[in-house]
C-alpha cells in the first residue's frame, strides 16, 4: 500500500479524534465555536476521511491488480473534498461551500464504485460478492443525502421526512457499506472459500441489513408494521452471527493464533465489539429497549462509537497490523493500548450516564470531566500509532 495513502488516512482520523475532543472539552471549559458546526465537521472527517478512504485504499490495494494509478488520482480528489469540508463545517455548517465539497465526495464515490465494480479483481466469489454489495449500499445510502434538501424545502429540519432521510444514509453507510466491505477483507485475510454456509449468511445479512432500518424508520413514524419488520431484522441478524461464528472459526484458529500478539488482540477485540453490536441489535426487538435509545444521546452515541471505533476501526487497524503495512513496535502497542483503553472507558462513562438518566438520577459527579479526560486516549494512541507508521520504511 502506498504510504503516502495510508498516512493521509490516518491524520484524517487523528483530525477527527481531536475534533471529538475539543467538542467533549465544551462541557468542562469555555470554547468560542459553534458545537454543531463542529459536530458535524468531526463527523464528517471520520466517516469520510478516516474510514471511507481506508476501505477504498484496501479495497485498491487487495482487488486491483492492475491500472492503479487512476484510483490513487481519485483518492487526491476525494482527500480534497475532506479538506474543503474541515474548512468549511465549522464557520457555516451546512452552507454553499461545505455542500459543493459534500457533493464533490459523493460524485467521487459514485466514480469509485463504477470502476471498481468494473475492474474488480476477485477469485472468490462470495469476496466478490460481499465487496458488490457493499458498493451497492454506499450508492443507495447516498439516496438519503439527496433527500435532504427537498425535505428541508418542503417540511422543514423537524419533519419526519428529513430524520428519516438522515437515518436512512446512516443506517446503510454503517450497515452496509462499511461492514459488508470489513467482513470482505477480513474473509480474505482469512481465506474463506465459498460454501454453503457462507451462501446462507450472505443472503442472511443481506435481508438482516435491510429490515433492520424499520427501526429508525420507527423512531419517527410510528406504525405497526415497521416493529415486525424489525423484529424479524433481528431474528435474522442472530442467525448471521451464528453462521459467522461458524464460517471464522477454523480459519481464525488456523492463521490468526499465528500471529503476532498485537494483530491477535486487535482482531479479538474488533470481532467481540461486532458480536455485541450484533445482540444489542436484537435487543432492540424489546419497544422499551428501542424507545430508551431514542430518547437518551448517550447511548445512541455510544453505539455509534461501538460501530465506528470498535468494528469498523478495530478492523482496519488489525488489516494494517496483519498486511505488515504497519510493523510492531513498542510505540505501536502502546498506542494500540491507549486506543482500546480510552475506548472502553468513554463506552463504559456513556452507558452508565445514560442509565443514570433513565432512572433519573441526572448527572454522575464530574462526568464531562471524567468522559474529556477518558477520551484523551483516543487521539493519544492514533497519534502513536502515526508515529509508529511514518517512521517506518515503504512497504510495498
Known amino acids: 500500500m502506498q504510504k503516502k495513502l495510508v498516512a493521509t488516512c490516518l491524520i484524517n482520523f487523528l483530525i477527527a479524534a481531536l475534533l471529538g475532543l475539543v467538542l467533549r472539552y465544551a462541557f468542562v471549559g469555555h470554547l468560542d465555536f459553534n458545537y454543531q458546526f463542529l459536530t458535524h465537521t ?9 474510514v471511507y478512504l481506508m476501505i477504498f485504499t484496501l479495497f485498491v490495494h487487495y482487488f486491483i491488480p492492475k ?9 487526491w480528489v476525494t482527500q480534497l473534498a475532506v479538506l474543503g469540508m474541515l474548512f468549511s463545517f465549522p464557520f457555516q455548517g451546512y452552507a454553499t461551500v461545505s455542500i459543493i465539497f459534500s457533493t464533490l465526495h459523493i460524485l467521487c464515490s459514485y466514480v469509485f464504485a463504477f470502476k471498481m465494480w468494473k475492474n474488480l479483481k476477485a477469485k472468490n466469489i462470495l469476496i466478490k460478492r460481499l465487496i458488490k454489495w457493499s458498493l451497492a449500499f454506499m450508492v443507495l445510502s447516498t439516496i438519503g443525502v439527496w433527500c435532504l434538501g427537498p425535505a428541508v424545502g418542503l417540511l422543514g429540519k423537524a419533519s419526519a421526512f428529513y430524520q428519516i432521510a438522515i437515518q436512512y444514509f446512516l443506517h446503510f453507510q454503517f450497515n452496509g457499506w462499511f461492514l459488508f466491505a470489513v467482513i470482505a477483507i477480513l474473509f480474505h485475510q482469512l481465506q474463506v472459500q465459498p460454501s454453503k454456509n457462507t451462501k446462507l449468511f450472505l443472503r442472511l445479512l443481506i435481508v438482516a441489513t435491510i429490515t433492520t432500518f424499520a427501526l429508525p424508520i420507527q423512531w419517527f413514524a410510528t406504525h405497526w408494521l415497521l416493529y415486525y419488520i424489525n423484529a424479524l431484522g433481528s431474528i435474522l441478524q442472530l442467525l448471521t452471527l451464528v453462521y459467522f461464528i461458524k464460517i471464522i472459526k477454523i480459519p481464525f484458529k ?33 419497544p422499551e429497549f ?4 431514542i430518547n437518551h444521546k448517550n447511548f445512541i452515541i455510544g453505539f455509534i462509537h461501538l460501530l465506528m471505533l470498535g468494528i469498523v476501526s478495530g478492523f482496519l487497524f488489525a488489516f494494517l497490523l496483519y498486511s505488515k503495512t504497519i510493523k510492531p513496535s513498542v510505540y505501536l502497542n502502546l498506542g494500540i493500548f491507549s486506543f482500546f483503553i480510552g475506548f472502553v472507558l468513554t463506552e463504559l462513562l456513556l452507558t452508565y450516564q445514560g ?25 493519544l494512541g492514533i497519534t502513536l500509532i502515526l508515529f509508529t507508521y511514518s517512521k517506518q520504511k515503504q512497504h510495498v
Open 42 to 50: 468531526h463527523s464528517h472527517v471520520a466517516i469520510l476521511g478516516w
Open 67 to 75: 491500472n492503479k494509478r487512476f484510483y490513487t488520482k481519485l483518492f
Open 254 to 286: 488456523t492463521i490468526i493464533v499465528k500471529q503476532q500478539k498485537a494483530v491477535r488482540w486487535l482482531y479479538i477485540f474488533a470481532l467481540s465489539c461486532f458480536i455485541l453490536k450484533m445482540a444489542l441489535q436484537s435487543v432492540s426487538v424489546i
Open 290 to 293: 428501542s424507545q430508551v435509545l
Open 355 to 379: 442509565s443514570f438518566f433513565y432512572f433519573g438520577k441526572g448527572l454522575i459527579p464530574h462526568y464531562y470531566l471524567i468522559l474529556f479526560i477518558s477520551s484523551i486516549f483516543l487521539p
